[in-house]
């Protein structure tokens, strides 16, 4: 028995490595073309999607801003006149291109056939510019200018849709900037931090100082950093999945697409220790947010008081953001259209069942609203 | 076939310690005891009469020992775990060896 054991703890460990390997042996460049900038702040750039719907713009009055533009960029690229703009905000620790992963794995791009026009908020990483920014920063001093800039060119309310902890910056402008945003989309977006899952890293209160230093201490907290503190909740996701991916034909769609989707898992962005004490402290250990205690620009945030339609998707099979850590934020939104993909947190967004699940449910609610 | 059965169980084994090993790392005990550990390397021997009032209360003048003797604790454990692992798969293989013997006649299972 013994030996039986040994050998496949050693053949467990030769497909981990050979998948490893042939990971790193593979190349690969992302061959999508970015969309036009239209205004910056910081590291944060606006790019739109919206160029490519075609149906959408030859419906509505295209003008040139009469704002004055943060970027030079801006006035290059007008945006249509009147309400449909969909603003899609991504998480602050990953690259928002997930959204618009490769040509035929596109929700931004699927949207835009669709004939909605799209903009997605690249945070960026952050510069000097971010590098003190939390939360309450990234909200008001880009997220809420964005959709003043919008706002101001299109003369219409917009859609927010936010992805993973983008939801929670997404609802908080929506709560901020009432005027200017009509509906929300909040996609795999947690709420309770306190969830069984989530519960035996509540650490006890008189480790906080010492770890509230620690983070302190830092400029940014490394993406490596960050993405190790996920795979605590899961330490053999990382095994599995590239053992899974050992076995597969190198020149089969399934390996391509592996090593295109865990290109994006790797190419992190650190947070600033303003973001990690947010998000570590105020948010994970302390729950504020289910709590009603999260607070950006000194007013509490609260899912309750917003009355928008509102599109929630919470995915059967997530991990990173798991069904009861969602689930509250659904509940004090009853009005919301929810929807329970059977996917993970990025099978979600990229994977095979995506857009019959996600991006066509989505397109339908938008053009509904 | 009994290579397969060996295999299975050899698998359904390696299953059982990932799963172990997984709650372990979410045991609110581990995360205490890392981040012990990780405050201790983060603060210098020489600098601990200066440094200011520790956040946490084991981290005295006998920090030291104190975590060695965590640390002794907990190998401790592990090596009991061990051990009765290494039981309940003797246990497991004899009755299994005494069903097959009892099936094939005196023929044993190839280890």
Redesign the interface.
Known sequence: ?????A???RN?AASLLSGILRYYDTPYKRTVSEPPCIWQRGNARLLDYGQNSLSLRERVEMRASQATPPSPVASRHPLPKGEGIVLFIPSLINRYYILDLEEERSLLKFLAMQGIYSLALDWGEPGAFEQSFGCNDYITKILGPAIDFIAGITHGRITLAGYCMGGNLALAAAQLKRKHVSALALLATPWNFHCKEFL??V??K??????K??IAAQKTLPAEIIQSLFY?????VF?HKFRRFADLDPDNRAAKEFVALERWVNDGVPMTANVALDCLIDWAQENQLENNKWQIANKKIDPKKIKLPTFIAMPQSDHVVPHDCALPLAQAMPHAKIIHPSAGHVGMIVGHKAKKELWQPLATWLHGI | MQNNAYQNLAKEFMDLWQKQVAAVISDKQFIHAMLDLFQSIQTPGHDQRNAAAPAHPAHTADAEPGLLAEFAFRLAMCEKRLAVLEQQCKKSEGKRRRATSGRRGSKKPRR
Do not use: G
């Open positions: 028995m013994q030996q039986a054991v050998e496949e703890a467990r035996p890293f650490i006890d008189q480790w906080l100082p010492m770890v230093a620690l605590m909740t899961d330490p053999w095994e």
